[in-house]
């Protein structure tokens, strides 16, 4: 694109921001999620085979400092070290119950991701005991990566030994923007200063991967300072950096005061202006070396940077979800934990199940949701989808497929099809268009 941003602000009653989760992170779609599969889980654990797809461990650790305005995380900000114990060891305990059975017993797992919430809220100490009694539960020998989220501001360079000495990495950091007025009007806890302490900590220890995290088209954000952000994230020089384009959820603070006022649209930019941004983004990082390799993600160095965690959930691996509200995927079955931190920790003290709901899949809605992810990375491969599930997507999708085509969002080459960046740009509200039936007509993931 021109080097000139456009900021689209004669776009349609469609192209406004309004409150929902727009971005896909699975299918089906939660909605679909009920208690009634609750003990097709409880069947599959205790199966006698183990499984043999590629195990990963998600751990969610739900502290913060503030709650930022844009969060929809479940997060709490009033927790005292008592508390944080009590919440570790359910977690443990759920840890551990899930290690002995059949289904889980004996396999290790090749990727690991703390998310939040916070992960660096924690303390060296609780960090320290933490993962030395995950990796005595479930050994992370054969782990090929380990990623940790953190808040810029809660860093120190003691904190951040400790998490490169326990296995790190993949180090992300939430840096969002480095204006210090947007980050305060967004709610976000840290400011630019300690973005560049917590950056020169972590590349002073050789972290394998260090990620950062922008979002396009936050609270009182402008073109300029967009720019100025591109900018000094390029000059820092990460492994990658992951951009998202802001959605107001409708549990968050920002959604709560559109509704207290009586107003629909959110006080952020519309959907062309922040696709322009990221867009904008991406030729810069380009500029500078990096390969955009996901809608949402450029990396300095493709054949040496990875994203396991993603790659591996895209293409069916089983992921064992520990933590309140955390959510899995094993042998083909959704499930979520409970929501709220004193039912979660409740039910495991009195060695109950922590999950709330769960949705077992059929073979066709796994094709398609394994479909529906990997067109974030933005190209399916045909054989692939032909040799796993026998579906010839071009067969099925051929309406689809040449409306996208239409529409300049689509490529297609001798074995793959490939988005355009104007595609990719948008991907996720093109996905719906491959869910089932049943499935679509929903405005949100």
């Given at each position: 694109m021109s080097e000139e941003v456009t900021n689209c602000s004669n776009s349609s009653d469609e192209d406004k921001t309004e409150a929902g989760n727009y971005f896909v992170s699975n299918y089906p779609p939660f909605a679909f999620w009920g208690e009634d599969d609750l003990t097709c889980l409880d069947s599959l654990l205790n199966s006698p085979q183990p499984g043999t797809a590629p195990l990963g461990l998600y751990y969610h650790i739900p502290f913060c400092r503030k709650r930022c305005h844009f969060c929809y995380f479940r997060v709490y900000t009033d927790k005292n070290s008592s508390q944080i114990r009590r919440y570790i060891a359910a977690t443990m305990k759920e840890l551990r119950r899930y290690a002995e059975k059949p289904y889980i017993k004996g396999r290790l797992p090749k990727f690991v991701y703390f998310g939040g919430g916070t992960p660096s809220y924690l303390s060296a100490k609780q960090l320290t005991e933490l993962t030395d009694e995950m990796k005595?539960?479930?050994?992370?020998?054969?782990?090929?990566?380990?990623?940790?989220?953190?808040e810029p501001g809660t860093?120190?360079?003691?904190?951040?030994?400790?998490?490169?000495?326990?296995?790190?990495?993949?180090?992300?950091?939430?840096?969002?923007?480095?204006?210090?007025?947007?980050?305060?009007?967004?709610?976000?806890?840290?400011?630019?200063?300690?973005v560049f302490?917590?950056?020169e900590f972590a590349r002073s220890l050789d972290f394998e991967q260090v990620n950062v995290d922008l979002i396009a088209g936050m609270l009182e954000e402008t073109e300029d300072n967009w720019k100025d952000s591109v900018r000094k994230a390029i000059e820092l020089a990460p492994d990658s950096v992951t951009i998202y384009q802001m959605e107001i959820p409708f549990n968050t603070t920002i959604y709560r005061n559109m509704r207290e006022e009586g107003k629909l649209t959110a006080p952020v930019a519309d959907w062309p202006t922040k696709r322009n941004w990221v867009d904008y983004a991406f030729s810069e990082f380009e500029k500078s070396g990096y390969s955009v390799t996901s809608a949402y993600t450029a990396v300095k160095n493709p054949a040496k940077t990875k994203f396991v965690y993603r790659d591996r959930l895209w293409a069916g691996a089983d992921m064992?979800?520990?933590?309140?509200?955390?959510?899995?995927?094993?042998?083909?079955?959704?499930?979520q934990n409970l929501p709220h931190i004193e039912q979660y920790q409740e039910a495991l003290e009195e060695d109950l199940s922590a999950v709330s709901r769960a949705l077992m899949t059929t073979e066709d809605e796994r094709f398609l949701r394994e479909l529906i992810l990997q067109w974030k990375i933005g190209q399916v491969n045909l054989n692939y989808f032909r040799e796993k599930f026998g579906q010839e997507i071009e067969t099925r999708f051929e309406g689809v497929l040449t409306n996208l085509e239409?529409?300049?969002?689509?490529?297609?080459?001798?074995?793959?099809?490939?988005?355009?960046?104007?595609?990719?740009?948008?991907?996720?509200?093109?996905?719906?268009?491959?869910?089932?039936?049943?499935?679509?007509?929903?405005?949100?993931?």
């Open positions: 005595e539960i479930l050994p992370w020998d054969e782990t090929e990566e380990v990623t940790f989220e953190c860093l120190t360079e003691k904190k951040l030994e400790v998490i490169k000495g326990f296995g790190v990495t993949r180090l992300s950091l939430g840096i969002e923007n480095f204006d210090d007025h947007v980050l305060g009007i967004n709610g976000r806890a840290h400011r630019s200063e300690e302490r917590a950056y064992l979800a520990t933590g309140v509200a955390s959510f899995g995927h094993l042998g083909g079955i959704h499930y239409k529409r300049q969002f689509l490529e297609r080459g001798e074995d793959e099809l490939r988005l355009t960046r104007q595609g990719l740009l948008q991907v996720d509200t093109l996905l719906h268009d491959f869910f089932q039936e049943k499935h679509q007509g929903g405005k949100y993931a």
